[in-house]
């Protein structure tokens, strides 16, 4: 019996002295992390021209990617276009000027995401009983040069003359702003340069002229819904409707606003039936630039692999969530 326990004994230690001896499998090289494990900024800063209506969706669209939106800067679309074109080129940029896209496309970008369709409307700290009533507010208007927006606000004034809702042509005439209407349409005429008159105030883009706005600078100013949904106001009670638009009541961070959501084709969900073009001009009446006033569509072009992460991520939202149609 103990010589059988011995000899099962040194059976065991032979056993366990192969096991130790066997050669151990190499670990695997370590694979990519899952995106879904990165933490937020994994994948590094994201630089970024983007238009102020556009500053949610594409950060949402960076931090989806796994990247850091901290370098994602609010620059008017016609501004950051410029910067482009003197070789500041960012990893992403974003306007909400569909008629830009030919001079980015010349500006060579990796990929271009046509995002969707909004309407224009005009925001006010009290309400209006009609639309002549923007005649005695002072209005934050975005500089027409550097932000769509700007140029679209006075393309709407001339539709609202033109459909005999009110004459509100003489508030940009101020600022020297000149309308020639054409056999189809007609031509607006802009300085490059404007100056604040007592009833406007002319902020760089749509955020200053909505921070007009929120200190009480100016009583009301043409924005839009991606616009709004980005500064986080909740459109509550519908207070009527007329030809020219929907009214809505509506809670902003800073109290109460009153938003007028206008219908086509003041809304410029659809190109105007009319041609209407802006022509910007120097101190000296030189030309500058010419555009065509169309509909307001948003699009995304990237420029690095980093820019491709975030147009890719885009594709994948709930765009309708930020406020654009298709």
């Known amino acids: 019996m103990k010589t059988r326990l011995i000899i099962t004994a040194a059976v065991l230690i032979i056993a366990a002295t192969a096991v130790l001896l066997l050669p151990r499998p190499e670990a695997p090289p370590p694979g990519p992390t899952s995106p879904t494990a990165q933490p937020p900024t994994a994948g590094g800063a994201v630089s970024g021209f983007v238009a102020p209506t556009l500053i949610a969706i594409t950060k949402a669209a960076a931090s989806k990617a796994g990247l850091d939106p901290g370098g994602i800067r609010s620059v008017g679309s016609v501004e950051g276009l410029r910067l482009i074109q003197q070789g500041n080129v960012p990893d992403v940029y974003a306007s909400v000027d569909i008629e830009l896209l030919p001079d980015i496309k010349k500006t060579n970008p990796r990929q271009v ?32 040069y550097k932000a769509p927006i700007g140029y679209r606000a006075l393309a709407a004034a001339w539709l609202l003359k033109k459909q005999g809702a009110a004459d509100v042509t003489s508030l940009y005439e101020e600022l020297g702003v000149r309308y020639a209407e054409t056999p189809r349409g007609v031509n607006i005429t802009t300085p490059i340069a404007l100056k604040n008159t007592p009833r406007l105030v002319v902020a760089p883009n749509l955020d200053g002229a909505w921070a007009q706005l929120e200190t009480g600078g100016a009583d009301c100013i043409f924005a839009h819904t991606p616009f709004l949904i980005n500064k986080g106001v909740k459109i509550g009670e519908k207070l009527g409707e007329t030809a020219l638009w929907v009214a809505y009541r509506a809670r902003a961070s800073f109290g ?35 555009l065509r006033v169309g509909h307001f569509e948003a699009f995304a072009a990237s420029y690095t692999e980093r820019g491709d992460r975030v147009l890719e991520a885009m594709k994948s939202l709930d765009l309708a969530s930020f406020g654009f149609t298709k």
């Open 113 to 144: 995401f046509v995002i969707g369709r909004f309407n224009l409307s005009i925001t006010c700290l009290k309400p209006l009983r009609d639309v002549a009533d923007l005649l005695s507010r002072r209005q934050a208007l975005a500089d027409p």
């Open 256 to 290: 109460e606003v009153y938003v007028y959501s206008l219908k086509p084709p003041l809304s410029f969900a659809e190109d105007p039936p009319y041609e209407i073009y802006v022509i910007f001009v120097d101190a000296a009446g030189n030309v500058v630039k010419t």
